[in-house]
Nanobody, 115 residues
Framework: QVQLVESGGGLVQAGGSLRLSCAASGRTFSSYDMGWYRQAPGKERVFVAA???????SYTDSVKGRFTISRDNAKNTLYLQMNSLKPEDTAIYYC?????????WGQGTQVTVSS
């Protein structure tokens, strides 16, 4: 069983930056593809970015050029650097495997971007 704990969210003005972290415990995640997902108010949870075990990355179109996903396997930690934030980035952000595993969802971290 893997426990994922997201942190780093907060309230930021449009154009600002945040760095999210996802700490994994219980089992190493170095061999897994990992991803970030987000759920805006009243909407379904959607894919944001993914990073393979080898370091290859992919992003949804709306965050390309603004967000950067990375990982530190020695620390069992996943990161999401978010720059040039927009109000439409407001959501709860979650980490999970890519594709996601139902039992791995954590509580998420709230990101709110004011205009």
């Amino acid at each position: 069983q893997v426990q994922l704990v997201e942190s780093g969210g907060g309230l930021v003005q449009a154009g600002g930056s945040l760095r999210l972290s996802c700490a994994a415990s219980g089992r190493t995640f170095s061999s897994y593809d990992m991803g970030w997902y987000r759920q805006a108010p009243g909407k379904e949870r959607v894919f944001v970015a993914a990073i393979g075990w080898s370091g290859s990355t992919s992003y949804t179109d709306s965050v390309k050029g603004r967000f950067t996903i990375s990982r530190d396997n020695a620390k069992n930690t996943l990161y999401l650097q978010m720059n040039s934030l927009k109000p439409e980035d407001t959501a709860i952000y979650y980490c999970n495997r890519q594709p996601p595993v139902y039992g791995w969802w954590g509580q998420g971290t709230q990101v709110t971007v004011s205009s």
